[in-house]
């Protein structure tokens, strides 16, 4: 089993933020029954890193949130936050706190004594200068004494992350916090609680299924499926080099074209598809293998594509990758235009246009060109499935 450790980050602590907040998982997994709903897995994240979890439902992201806050067993492995094995604790005595999608707020307490909850359940007397504090963080002081139903949803989950943040955990574990939100108020909030975790520079773990929720805020990102981490990096290495055809698929939107390596080019690969020829960067190439003869699946992102009409191909610059098509249908989505174009050698492509100089020409039926540079192409092991990962409309 490799141990997977998250990129350090250079954000020092905040001010008062506790040191020690690194998370370190051994062996951690957890079955029930026959069903195994974490395998078992080594992970390190980084003390002061926003650390996402990222998969579809039922990929084992909640469990092992879960496990981290002791709120579930293990069945296997240890937990440790810093120097300290926590897998035996109860959730109380841990250095964490969890915000959950719901937040839990008191309905017949104010804004202030929400947050002052937990330190007067500690027995702390004077919390008015620390509820302050916290209020100013999450920029709610003017709210202090409105009740939670006067709030808004957005309003409301930054309450939920004062309350949790005035404990001084070691690590705030967020449970689909942003789930209950509309689109532009979660888009809001993901700004809002990336400043948040910047300006106290404690561990955040974040658990999400929004792929554009986790690329927004996390330094680093663990994409699980069937309670395994698929992949971990950087969003913009997970999204420029997938290792998987699920993580090219599931991170965002990718072509997949079947082809095969008929030879090499300096620090390129040269690809038969068909009767065409495409070139990639061998360095982006994940296959196993990468031999004249193997079969691999060249990937490359929608956005990477330029698509012209049939009668401008004399145009296209020399060295693009290029493959022929024929539009079949064109969806208007105000920033881009959404082309959905049928080819002999790939049926489907997708293709984003920025609507900058729109092509009235480039219509449903019309006959195109797509082109692109060889070292927007990534390749990906044959053997894989070329759907895993794709999420249903």
């Not at 193997?294 to 610059?317: N, Q, S, Y």
């Not at 790939?346 to 692109?372: I, K, S, Y």
């Amino acid at each position: 089993m490799t141990q997977q450790t998250a990129s350090p980050t250079d954000k020092p602590a905040g001010p008062g933020g506790p040191a020690g907040g690194a998370v370190t998982l051994t062996g951690l997994g957890k079955t029930y029954g026959d069903f195994t709903a974490v395998h078992p897995l080594d992970l390190t994240i980084p003390e002061g890193s926003f650390f996402a979890l990222l998969g579809a439902s039922g990929c084992g992201k909640t469990t092992t949130l879960r496990m981290v806050a002791g709120l579930e067993d293990p069945t296997s492995g240890t937990v440790r936050i810093g120097d300290q094995d926590v897998t035996a604790l109860p959730p109380y005595k841990r250095p964490v706190n969890t915000v959950f999608q719901n937040y839990a707020l008191f309905p017949h307490l104010d804004i202030h004594e929400n947050v002052a909850f937990g330190l007067r359940r500690r027995g702390i007397k004077s919390v008015k200068s620390q509820v302050e504090s916290m209020l100013d963080l999450v920029e709610l002081g003017h709210l202090a004494r409105r009740k939670p139903h006067q709030l808004s949803g957005g309003q409301q989950q930054r309450v939920a992350v004062a309350r949790a943040l005035i404990n001084h955990p070691k690590v705030l574990l967020l449970d689909e916090p942003l789930g209950a939100l509309d689109l532009k108020l979660r888009r809001q909030m993901q700004l809002e609680l990336k400043r948040i975790q910047t300006d106290v520079g404690i561990t955040f773990v974040h658990v999400t299924h929004d792929q554009e929720e986790a690329m927004t805020m996390a330094d680093t990102i663990a994409v699980m499926n069937a309670g395994r981490i698929e992949q971990l990096g950087a969003p913009t290495d997970l999204y420029e080099n997938p290792r998987t055809t699920f993580v090219a698929n599931f991170l965002g939107q990718s072509n997949l074209i079947e082809a095969q390596i008929s030879g090499t080019s300096s620090d390129d690969l040269l690809l038969s598809v068909g009767d065409r020829r495409l070139v990639m960067p061998a360095a982006r190439c994940a296959a196993r293998s990468a031999q004249s003869g193997d079969k691999v699946l060249a990937g490359v992102r929608p956005e990477k594509i330029t698509i012209v009409h049939a009668d401008d191909a004399d145009d296209i610059p020399t060295g693009r990758n290029s493959m022929t098509g024929r539009i079949v249908d064109a969806s208007f989505t105000g920033v881009s235009t959404q082309y959905v174009v049928n080819s002999p050698w790939c049926p489907e492509l997708a293709v984003f246009a920025q609507n900058v100089e729109r092509d009235g020409r480039l219509v449903p039926g019309a006959d195109v060109v797509l082109h692109w540079s060889p070292a927007h192409t990534f390749g990906l092991d044959a053997a894989q499935d070329i759907e895993a990962g794709e999420v249903s409309a």
